[in-house]
């Protein structure tokens, strides 16, 4: 039954290879199970809730993707997407996390529509590539900026803003010892190095008397504090056009970028570089959205770590099958996840951060109407603490370079219209 619903000899794999792909590619990012909530719970959620959201939403889409879709990429919620869930839209513009989950709700939807329609094709060719680079390396910096405030290594000043902090002070030491940790487990390609820096950092933390250790397992925590608790009616306020449009952009980029990636990795394109069964990917990435905003937790996307899974042989869908099992038995470790403290985490979202940053290198530096823009949308992302904020001066920015540089043609109208949107938002909104 196996062999010929996910097509197993066709990709040149068997049912063992597709089993220890799946567990690989879920030790690479089974992290996001202890992330996810600690990020979240600093809106007010309830940190169990989102702990059952976040396996639960993950193990959804990461199946539909599986059954439908027939690929082995795992999906979760986003790096990046749940730090603007909570940095930006609830406590840096001071939305209620339930009108949040209704924009992310609102997203999804409209990802839905787009992915049953060519216009989504238009969308993702019409944004420069220069453009699609700088999101993912401001999001990284975004993370960056967020990793370093949440151990200590950096604090704010009067006088310069951010200033370095006590790197004496244990959550700052722990921090920095489980982020080389994670590189160097990496550079020898250990599956897990996250997920090993973080469990090894705790353990430290606990053994000094600086965390307590809450358990291990037990059963799963109430979902009812986050499940069906979005506000659409919010979220459908008029300020809320552009954080809704971020949600929509920000996934639609990230999961454009990693099935194509994921899949030249492994070998999955076609002979015109094109991605067979996209709209089953992208339907399979969309409702997963839907579904996660349901259950309480930031948009679940496509995971680039999938690409671990695809290196150990993972070719089918019975790699994303054996990873959404992997993410519903996580329902049961709710005390370990509980266990973690904030300093065992930021070394991961640091370690995110290095390699989402690296798209910056990518950059054509030899056109500064091309370069420029893309630095100012990195940039403008942590020093605004926005990634709404980063996008929108990031596409204004490459508007009025191309015009007065003389380019117009050079910058597609989907570019203008979204610049033009954006501005109306800085100046009225």
């Known amino acids: 039954m196996l062999q010929s619903y996910f097509k197993l000899a066709e990709h040149g794999t068997t049912v063992r290879t597709e089993v220890l792909a799946g567990f690989t590619t ?51 919620p986003g790096m990046g997407l749940n730090a603007y869930f909570t940095y930006g839209v609830v406590l840096g513009m001071g939305y209620e996390w339930q009108v949040a989950l209704g924009a992310v709700f609102l997203s999804g939807v409209l990802f839905l529509i787009l992915s049953l329609l060519p216009v989504r094709e238009w969308i993702i060719n019409a944004i420069p590539r220069s453009l699609k680079m700088a999101i993912s390396a401001g999001i990284g910096l975004f993370l960056a900026i967020i990793a370093m405030k949440e151990s200590g290594i950096v604090v704010d000043s009067e006088a310069t803003l951010i200033t370095l902090g006590d790197l004496t002070a244990w959550p700052a030491i722990l921090a920095l010892f489980g982020f080389f940790v994670m590189v160097a487990l990496d550079v020898h390609r250990i599956p897990g190095s996250v997920i090993i820096g973080i469990l090894l950092v705790t353990a430290i933390g606990v053994s000094l008397g600086i965390s307590e250790f809450k358990g291990f397992i037990d059963l799963p925590p109430n979902p009812a504090p986050t499940f069906l608790q979005l506000d659409i009616g919010g979220a459908l306020q008029i300020g809320l056009v552009s954080i809704v449009f971020t949600f929509l952009l920000v996934d639609l980029f990230d999961t454009a970028g990693t099935l194509v990636g994921v899949a030249h990795r492994g070998g999955l394109l076609d002979e015109n570089g094109r991605l067979p069964r996209l709209r089953q990917a992208l339907l399979s990435d969309s409702s997963a959205s839907v579904a996660g905003s349901l259950l309480g937790t930031s948009t679940t996307t496509c995971y680039i770590e999938s690409a671990a899974g695809i290196q150990q042989g993972g070719r089918t869908g019975l790699t994303a099958v054996v990873v959404a099992a992997l993410f519903l038995l996580c329902l049961f470790i709710s005390p370990l996840a509980n266990t973690i403290p904030s300093y065992a985490t930021a070394p991961a979202l640091l370690y995110v951060a290095c390699i989402m940053a690296r798209g910056i290198a990518e950059l054509d530096w030899s056109d500064v109407t091309e370069a420029t823009p893309a630095v100012i949308t990195a940039i403008a992302m942590p020093f605004t603490y926005s990634i709404a904020d980063g996008i929108g001066i990031g596409f204004i920015s490459y508007a009025v370079i191309k015009l007065l540089s003389g380019r117009p043609a050079q910058c597609p109208i989907a570019v203008y219209l979204i610049a033009i949107l954006f501005a109306i938002k800085f100046a009225f909104l």
């Open 26 to 76: 879920f030790l690479t990012m089974a992290y996001i199970t202890f992330v996810n909530p600690a990020i979240l719970s600093e809106t007010g959620m309830d940190f169990g809730a989102v702990f059952v959201a976040t396996c639960v939403a993950a193990a959804i889409g990461t199946l539909v993707m599986g059954l439908y879709a027939n690929y082995p990429i795992a999906l979760a």
